[in-house]
């Protein structure tokens, strides 16, 4: 058994001083004080003074990091991709994909489900990585005219024969899409979308639940006709998130926005590309070419992903909108977990409590990452 104590745990509900987390096989067995219980015998001990345990951040929208991409043919592609992800404190993940041939599109989607059943069935080996948990599909049921970077001649108009997950509900078809998608217990997301509001409306009266970064790739809001963002912003049955790299969004709009959906519906997401955690340069993010500047990733003019990593998207939240570590934390692990309903499975909720697997990230009191925790390894 391990025993890991530290100055601060939030579980990101509760926070508990001079906490003792006891870890065995790879999950949580208990989450106390110091104050209220003894140190097992013969268990091992970890400290880290001074520090922040919290439940390993999620990240439900990233395309790739560490010059690959989270639909390229190569077998090992993942692996670079996780092993940055838990050096930014990210256990858990979800491979998104972007618009491109049908083709390519599907057989991005055999390597990515390959890739979730050979790391659900593997223990965490002595390699710290993140694990893949769903995929995230980013298009191809997208607005033309919002359709950002993804090629226009890959889009398609929903239908129930192929079904994804990002969806623009003002398309012909998309209602019923939404409809059968919610059915299935697929997460629908409203997102790359001209859509008037009553259009929105209808997509979240048919099972719409999330809404994909927010402002970006959507009819902007206008005080007469306020369009997908009037409801994404006022709706409590939709949570959103959004892209806080200072790039995306000016910092006043992330603090609007967090304070229209509050700490309960805001999920913080990276986008990253390819080239996240690498130089300037050239890179691709699916089919597209994309070149990064300055910590700008542009196709065509467009801004096309990110080079954001979610600690630094915590950091951002604490200092855009004056939020301290423990709300920010849970914008990247209870909030995500409970968008994607990962709270149906008691081991990967977002939380820190008995039962959960040990995924665990240590932070400074500012945010930084000093240590990674998966399935208890990393210790």
């Known amino acids: 058994m391990i025993a890991i104590t530290a100055a601060t745990l939030f579980t990101p509900l509760e926070r508990i001083e001079q906490p003792l987390l006891l870890v065995e096989d790879g999950f949580i067995v208990e ?5 209220c219980r003894e140190l097992p ?20 929208h990233i395309h790739g990091g560490a010059g690959h991409d989270v639909m390229e043919a190569g077998v090992d592609a993942l692996s670079p991709v996780e092993r940055l992800l838990a050096r930014h404190g990210v256990t858990s993940y979800f491979p998104t994909t972007v618009t491109a041939p049908l083709e390519a599109t599907l057989s991005a989607l055999v390597r990515l489900a390959d890739a979730i059943e050979a790391a659900d069935r593997s223990p965490q080996s002595g390699e710290l990585r993140a694990r893949p948990l769903g995929i995230h599909l980013e298009g191809p049921f997208i607005s033309h005219s919002r359709r950002g970077v993804h090629p226009p001649e890959n889009l398609l108009l ?27 217990g697929v997460c629908v997301s409203l997102g790359h979308s001209d859509a008037t509001l009553s259009a929105a409306h209808a997509g ?3 099972g719409a639940r999330h809404a994909t970064h927010t402002f970006n790739a959507m009819r902007p809001l206008d005080h007469r006709d306020p369009g997908i963002l009037g409801l994404v912003l006022t709706d409590s049955r939709l949570s959103a998130d959004i892209i806080a790299d200072g790039i995306h969004l000016d910092p006043a709009i992330v603090e609007l926005f967090l304070k229209a959906k509050g700490p309960d519906a805001a999920v913080l997401i990276t986008d990253a590309t390819a080239a996240t955690g690498m130089p300037d340069g050239r890179y691709r993010l699916g089919s597209l070419e994309v070149e990064v500047k300055d910590g700008r990733c542009r196709s065509g003019g467009n801004l096309a992903g990110s080079v954001l990593t979610m600690d630094l998207a915590v950091r ?16 990247a692990t ?14 990967r909720d977002g939380l820190l409590k008995p039962g959960a697997l040990a995924d665990l990230v240590v932070l400074s009191p500012k945010g930084e990452v000093k240590n990674t925790i998966i399935r208890g390894a990393g210790i």
Do not use: C
């Open 41 to 60: 015998e013969e268990s091992r001990l970890l400290d880290f003074p001074d520090s922040v345990l919290a439940p390993g951040f999620i990240d439900i």
């Open 31 to 35: 989450v106390t004080s110091r104050a």
């Open 334 to 347: 209870l909030n995500p977990a409970r968008a994607v309903h990962l709270n149906s499975g008691v081991n």
């Open 316 to 331: 951002n939240v604490m200092q855009f909108a004056q939020w301290d570590l423990q709300q920010a934390v849970r914008l």
């Open 204 to 206: 979240v009266a048919a």
């Open 158 to 184: 929903p239908s129930l024969a192929a079904f994804e997950l990002t969806i623009a509900p003002e398309l012909p078809g998309a209602i019923e899409v939404i409809t059968e998608a919610a059915k299935r």
